[in-house]
């Protein structure tokens, strides 16, 4: 009778610890959703203008120097396809009429050194943009929050072409000469403008090509930093930047 008791005893503890355990275990996943919930909450909430202003800025500044450190080193144009420069259009048809003359080392010159003068050029480009966000109004860095993908890229291109042009084209015309490629341009100009028989003389001067060229190129590295940070969350490595996206994504919704 003992043992029975016992037997009853032991079974009606172990029921008691299972069902307190299963109760602890369902207060601590209720605590968990209960703090999801509240995490996804407070992402969506509508930032104040300065949470706004400041995240655009924070996102754009992470955005300038990653562009600007990949471009502006070695092969950081050349061995970029979205932004490589190659022979400008009116001159790839002597090009191809260089190659066929076996001039073919000439030309990749040419394209090599149009290029290192682009990355050289380049290392000039953060000063620019800073310069560029320091002058963004609350109401501009709003617009880019809630604009298109590429709202803060078309906002560069509208604030920083000018200064960019003005400050890339010294550098360049410089780049141009230190790396060799006005001369390997001239020469391959020169070389194709002496062919009988071809339509079309290519002018020597390079340098307002590739100074435009470095620039596009820049804007397409930078709209496509812009993209990972609204994009993915493993690009925004701060609160505020998971906040200020965070709600953005939301509003967009």
Excluded at 152 to 163: H, I, L, P
Excluded at 181 to 187: D, E, K, L, N, P
Excluded at 208 to 226: D, M, R, S
């Amino acid at each position: 009778m003992k043992k029975h008791t016992l037997l009853l005893h032991t079974l009606f503890t172990i029921l008691f610890l299972a069902g307190n355990i299963k109760q602890a275990q369902s207060q601590f996943l209720d605590k968990l959703i209960k703090k999801a919930t509240t995490s996804s909450t407070s992402s969506s909430e509508k930032p104040s203008d300065q949470e706004i202003s400041g995240g655009i800025k924070e996102a754009l500044q992470q955005g300038i120097i990653k562009s600007s450190d990949q471009l502006s080193a070695v092969n950081g144009f050349f061995n970029n396809a979205a932004v490589k420069i190659l022979f400008p259009p009116q001159a790839q048809k002597a090009e191809a009429t260089l190659r066929k003359l076996g001039l073919n080392k000439l030309c990749d010159n040419v394209i090599l050194s149009l290029n290192r003068a682009a990355e050289d050029a380049a290392k000039q480009a953060k000063p620019v943009f800073i310069s560029a966000l320091k002058q963004m109004s609350v109401k501009d860095a709003t617009s880019i929050l809630l604009g298109p993908s590429d709202a803060a890229t078309q906002y560069f291109k509208r604030t920083t072409t000018d200064s960019l042009a003005a400050k890339f084209r010294p550098v360049v015309h410089q780049s141009l000469d230190k790396v060799g490629a006005t001369q390997y341009y001239s020469q391959a100009a020169t070389a194709y403008n002496k062919v009988p028989f071809t339509s079309g003389k290519v002018d020597p001067d390079i340098e307002n090509y590739v100074t435009q060229k470095a620039i596009n190129g820049l804007f397409v590295e930078i709209a496509q930093q812009e993209l990972q940070i609204r994009q993915n969350l493993s690009s925004r490595p701060t609160a505020l930047l998971q906040k200020v996206f965070g709600y953005a994504a939301q509003a967009k919704k």
